[in-house]
């Protein structure tokens, strides 16, 4: 598939944006539905169980207090009559106000109830007035006016009437009747309509739910692990594999991203095979050149050495022999000679000795300080015993090193504190602290000091801040110094705060069996504290300087 193609159907597919969107819009329009369709279920039902409760049975209510008030009425008209006592009239009494209320009540109700109930109340309201006119009232006017009972034929008139009038009133209570049947059925129709709609949006809802996850499952959630699984395949190392995946834009975008990164991946992949290629014959450049190294040095350090000591051994016996014999000139040329054979012989020891750091098969291992330095004083015992020099030092450490190439430090920092010294007697003062995971080791002297702005060059090899007339060396100390502290894996540098002389700064690493509090104490004052003067006695086996490194030379072997 082209690019172009590619981006087409990418631009046809919907994004996952749009999908969401339509299945919250669908799910948001099926709530809406639910709440019209339940609302108005709620409304009927409620409107049929208000007429039910404030209509209907107020209305079957008062009906029945209307035929009570009626009959109280005729039975205290007709025990009146037959006794003539006041006390029998007391139904009729408040009959009549039963039922002015209980028609006044029915008369509020009569608009909300059928057509023939607001009739059929006439009628019994007719019937009732045209009875106690007919009956009722002449026969207790009969009985005020002559104090007796009434017997006469009026009471089988006023009988019929009032069944007349109970006629009637079966008439009404059957309409309120059949309009309370109406009502209840109309109730039960709307609770079972509540009923539906409530079981029809749970369906519906759970449908729709269903349906979203389904629809989001195949549109989103499937192309997405279809990606992952793509991807995960050419994480594992198949980066020829293409990422396609069908599915929404924003998938189908990233799987082109991820193809696209793969592509990346197999151009760098290529690339980065190609240079270790490379690399690959410049390491085998680079050990071949190392052999031809170790070769020159094995020359150096034999058939080398052999001349130049004969070139030094006849001139000096030339220089003996004829000393005095012949010109000036002469005495100087010899003195060169000499010079110069003896200069080369400890460039040689000196160039040796810093091709060979590193290069030990050894490994670093737990080594005493107070070693190093106590055999670093005993090399330069007749050096410090000619310039006065006291070295001072505390408690030092076990460290992570090799002894011989330890002590070439030492030795080195200490050679460089007697030569470059000033009128007054060298003082050299080596302390200790923590600074986890290392020791920090300072090592300063009160000679003429070094400018801060040195404080690197120092460090290269063959750099050189004095005339060779004036402190003699070949300017490889140093170097040497940093390289080894950087082989055991240390730092080393110029305090150029110091201003009392010269201070140097290096670090060692710290054995895991050190790392605890007991050690701790005897380093914390090692800086205010100084020991005693230590002028050591020369060492008989001591040669000259040329000896000296010859020495070096073979510890570092």
């Not at 402190?471 to 894996?489: D, H, N, P, V």
Request: aromatic content about 6%; proline content about 4%.
């Amino acid at each position: 598939m082209s690019e172009a193609t590619r981006d087409d159907a990418g631009r046809r597919r919907w994004p996952l944006s749009r999908i969401v969107g339509v299945a919250v819009l669908a799910l948001l329009l099926f709530s809406v539905a639910a709440v019209v369709a339940g609302g108005i279920a709620l409304v009927s039902l409620h409107d049929a169980r208000d007429r039910v409760i404030n209509v209907i049975d107020p209305a079957t209510e008062q009906t029945q207090l209307l035929d009570n008030a009626l009959v109280n009425q005729e039975t205290g008209v007709r025990g009146y009559a037959l006794s003539a006592q006041q006390s029998y009239l007391a139904p009729y009494t408040m009959g009549s106000t039963a039922e002015k209320s209980a028609i006044q009540s029915l008369r509020q109700l009569a608009g909300k109830l059928p057509a023939a109930t607001t009739s059929d109340l006439n009628n019994v309201i007719n019937q009732a007035d045209s009875w106690r006119t007919s009956y009722a009232q002449p026969t207790i006017a009969e009985v005020q006016r002559t104090g007796k009972p009434v017997v006469s034929p009026d009471i089988s008139i006023g009988k019929t009437a009032f069944d007349a009038l109970r006629a009637k009133i079966a008439v009404l209570q059957s309409d309120v009747t059949s309009a309370r049947s109406s009502a209840l059925a109309t109730l039960n129709d709307a609770g079972t309509s509540l009923d539906a709609v409530f079981i029809a949006i749970a369906i519906g809802l759970a449908l729709i739910v269903a349906l979203l996850a389904l629809g989001l499952r195949a549109t989103a959630i499937r192309p997405l692990h279809r990606l992952a699984a793509q991807v995960r395949r050419v994480a594992s190392g198949d980066f020829d594999h293409q990422v396609t995946v069908p599915g929404p834009r924003e998938v189908t975008h990233l799987a082109a991203d991820v193809n696209t990164m793969r592509e990346r991946i197999l151009q760098e992949l290529s690339a980065t095979r190609d240079n270790n290629a490379v690399l690959q014959a410049h390491a085998t450049e680079l050990q071949r050149s190392n052999s031809e190294l170790e070769q020159f040095a094995y020359v150096a350090s034999h058939d080398l050495q052999e001349p130049l000591r004969k070139v030094a051994s006849f001139t000096q016996l030339l220089q003996r022999r004829y000393a005095g014999q012949l010109d000036a000139r002469a005495d100087q040329y010899i003195e060169f000679a000499v010079d110069g054979a003896k200069r080369m012989q400890a460039l040689i020891n000196d160039l040796l000795a810093y091709s060979r750091v590193g290069r030990s098969d050894r490994e670093p291992a737990l080594v005493s300080s107070d070693a190093a330095l106590t055999q670093a004083r005993a090399n330069l015992a007749e050096q410090i015993e000619q310039t006065g020099a006291t070295v001072e030092s505390g408690h030092l450490p076990l460290v992570l090193a090799e002894l011989p190439l330890l002590i070439a430090v030492f030795q080195n920092l200490l050679s460089n504190a007697l030569k470059f010294r000033d009128e007054k007697a060298p003082r050299v003062v080596v302390t200790v602290s923590r600074d986890e995971p290392f020791w920090l080791f300072s090592f300063s002297d009160n000679g003429i000091g070094i400018e801060p702005e040195y404080a690197e060059r120092i460090f290269v090899i063959f750099q050189r801040l004095h005339e060779r007339s004036a402190y003699a060396g070949t300017g490889i100390g140093l170097s040497m110094t940093r390289k080894i502290i950087e082989y055991f894996g240390g730092q080393i540098w110029l305090d150029t705060t110091f201003t009392g002389g010269t201070r140097f700064c290096f670090t060692l690493p710290m054995p895991q069996e050190t790392m605890t509090p007991e050690l701790a104490d005897p380093m914390q004052d090692a800086d205010n504290q100084s020991a005693a003067a230590l002028l050591l006695v020369p060492d008989p086996a001591t040669g000259p300087e040329d000896r000296q490194d010859e020495e070096t030379d073979d510890r570092l072997r």
